[in-house]
C-alpha cells in the first residue's frame, strides 16, 4: 500500500487540461459574433436538428472541448461548419449503435462511466481551481516576485565586428580620429543581427554574451567609451558603451500570462494534494508501481531544473 504523490502525473494531466482553453475560448468568439447579431445566444439555442434529435449551443461548446488541437489547426471561419459536421455524424452514428445494442454492453457501462468521471473532473477543474485563479490572486503572486526581485547591472552598447585583429585596429585609431562609430558599424561589421543599426545591441546583463565581449563591456565606465579591439570566437570586437543601469521587473502587464499560469498550477496541485490526504492507493502491478515511484523521485529534480532555468 502506497500514498502516491503523483506530481509528475498531476503537471501532466493539468497540461491536458489547460491545452484546450486557447482553442475553445477562440472558438467561443468566432461562433458568438455572426450569431449575437441575430439574436441572444445561449447554451440551450438550438443550432440544427437531426430527427427528433437536436444539437445546440452547448453541443458545439463541448465539442470544441475534444477537438480543441484540431480547431487550433483551422482558420476561425472553418471552426463551426467542422464542429457542426462532427455533431451531425455523432448523433447519426450514436443512433446506429444504439438500435445494434451496442449501449447495453458491460463494456460500454465501463465507458461511460470513465467519460462521466472525465467530465466531472474537467467541471470542478474550471469552478474549484481555475475559478479560483483571480486577478487579485495573480497581481499578488506578481507583487510577491517584485519584493524579491534583486536588481542587476545591465548595460546598453555597441560594438563592430571584423575578422581580423588588424582591420579592428585599424578602426580603432579611425574612431580615434573622430570617426562616426554607427557608420562604420554599417558599412564594415559583419554582424548580420547589430550592424544594419550602426552596432545597437541594446540592454544585456551579465551571463548574456560570450565571456571575453562580456568582461570587456562591463570593464567600460563611461557612456561614449571605446574599448580597445577584443577577441572572441567569433571575430574581434570593438565596442562602445552607450548607458549603465540596474535592471528592473517586468511590468505586470509583460508577464502577466505566465504568472497567471503559474498561480494556476500552485493552485492545481495544492488543490490535489488536499483531495489526496487520507486517500489510499494500492497499485496492484508491481511494474507500473515501481514505475510511479521513479516518476516520483524525479519530480523534485526536475522542478528544481525548472526553477533554475527561469
Same mark, same amino acid.
Given at each position: 500500500?502506497?500514498?502516491?504523490?503523483?506530481?509528475?502525473?498531476?503537471?501532466?494531466?493539468?497540461?491536458?487540461?489547460?491545452?484546450?482553453?486557447?482553442?475553445?475560448?477562440?472558438?467561443?468568439?468566432? &461562433?458568438?459574433?455572426?450569431?449575437?447579431?441575430?439574436? &441572444?445566444?445561449?447554451?440551450?439555442?438550438?443550432?440544427?436538428?437531426?430527427?427528433?434529435?437536436?444539437?445546440?449551443?452547448?453541443?458545439?461548446?463541448?465539442? &470544441?472541448?475534444?477537438?480543441?488541437?484540431?480547431?487550433?489547426?483551422?482558420?476561425?471561419?472553418?471552426?463551426?461548419?467542422?464542429?457542426?459536421?462532427?455533431?451531425?455524424?455523432?448523433?447519426?452514428?450514436?443512433?446506429?449503435a444504439k438500435?445494434?445494442?451496442?449501449?447495453?454492453?458491460?463494456?460500454?457501462? /465501463?465507458?461511460?462511466?470513465?467519460?462521466?468521471?472525465?467530465?466531472?473532473?474537467?467541471?470542478?477543474?474550471?469552478?474549484?481551481?481555475?475559478?479560483?485563479?483571480?486577478?487579485?490572486? +495573480?497581481?499578488?503572486?506578481?507583487?510577491?516576485?517584485?519584493? /524579491?526581485?534583486?536588481?542587476?547591472?545591465?548595460?546598453?552598447?555597441?560594438?563592430?565586428?571584423?575578422?581580423?585583429?588588424?582591420?579592428?585596429? %585599424?578602426?580603432?585609431?579611425?574612431?580615434?580620429? #573622430?570617426?562616426?562609430?554607427?557608420?562604420?558599424?554599417?558599412?564594415?561589421?559583419?554582424?548580420?543581427?547589430? #550592424?544594419?543599426? #550602426?552596432?545597437?545591441?541594446?540592454?544585456?546583463?551579465? #551571463?548574456?554574451?560570450?565571456?571575453?565581449?562580456?568582461?570587456?563591456?562591463?570593464?567600460?565606465?563611461?557612456?561614449?567609451?571605446?574599448?580597445?579591439? +577584443?577577441?572572441? /570566437?567569433?571575430?574581434?570586437?570593438?565596442?562602445?558603451?552607450?548607458?549603465?543601469?540596474?535592471? /528592473?521587473p517586468p511590468?505586470?502587464?509583460?508577464?502577466?500570462?505566465?504568472?497567471?499560469?503559474?498561480?494556476?498550477?500552485?493552485?492545481?496541485?495544492?488543490?490535489?494534494?488536499?483531495?489526496?490526504?487520507?486517500?489510499?492507493?494500492?497499485?496492484?502491478?508491481?511494474?507500473? &508501481?515501481?514505475?510511479?515511484? %521513479?516518476?516520483?523521485?524525479?519530480?523534485?529534480?526536475?522542478?528544481?531544473?525548472e526553477a533554475? %532555468?527561469?
Amino acid at each position: 500500500m502506497k500514498n502516491f504523490s503523483l506530481r509528475l502525473v498531476r503537471t501532466i494531466s493539468l497540461a491536458a487540461l489547460l491545452v484546450s482553453a486557447p482553442a475553445v475560448a477562440s472558438f467561443a468568439q468566432d &461562433a458568438a459574433a455572426p450569431a449575437a447579431e441575430a439574436a &441572444a445566444v445561449t447554451p440551450e439555442t438550438v443550432i440544427a436538428t437531426i430527427g427528433d434529435e437536436t444539437i445546440t449551443e452547448a453541443d458545439l461548446s463541448f465539442a &470544441a472541448e475534444d477537438l480543441a488541437q484540431d480547431l487550433a489547426q483551422m482558420p476561425p471561419e472553418e471552426r463551426r461548419p467542422f464542429l457542426l459536421r462532427v455533431l451531425i455524424d455523432m448523433k447519426v452514428m450514436a443512433g446506429a449503435a444504439k438500435d445494434a445494442g451496442m449501449d447495453q454492453t458491460p463494456l460500454f457501462a /465501463q465507458r461511460l462511466n470513465y467519460l462521466e468521471e472525465r467530465a466531472l473532473r474537467r467541471a470542478y477543474f474550471a469552478e474549484a481551481i481555475a475559478g479560483a485563479v483571480t486577478e487579485e490572486a +495573480v497581481r499578488a503572486d506578481y507583487d510577491a516576485f517584485v519584493a /524579491q526581485f534583486t536588481p542587476t547591472e545591465e548595460i546598453s552598447a555597441a560594438h563592430i565586428l571584423v575578422p581580423t585583429e588588424e582591420e579592428a585596429n %585599424a578602426i580603432k585609431a579611425e574612431l580615434d580620429a #573622430g570617426g562616426d562609430f554607427a557608420a562604420i558599424a554599417k558599412e564594415k561589421s559583419i554582424d548580420p543581427g547589430s #550592424g544594419a543599426n #550602426g552596432g545597437e545591441l541594446g540592454f544585456f546583463g551579465k #551571463g548574456m554574451m560570450v565571456l571575453q565581449f562580456e568582461e570587456a563591456a562591463f570593464a567600460l565606465t563611461e557612456p561614449g567609451q571605446v574599448s580597445a579591439p +577584443v577577441q572572441s /570566437q567569433f571575430g574581434w570586437h570593438i565596442i562602445k558603451l552607450a548607458e549603465k543601469r540596474q535592471s /528592473q521587473p517586468p511590468t505586470f502587464e509583460q508577464v502577466a500570462p505566465q504568472v497567471q499560469q503559474q498561480v494556476l498550477m500552485t493552485t492545481f496541485n495544492n488543490k490535489v494534494e488536499e483531495l489526496m490526504s487520507g486517500v489510499e492507493i494500492n497499485i496492484t502491478d508491481p511494474a507500473l &508501481a515501481a514505475a510511479m515511484e %521513479a516518476q516520483d523521485a524525479a519530480a523534485p529534480a526536475a522542478e528544481e531544473a525548472e526553477a533554475a %532555468a527561469q
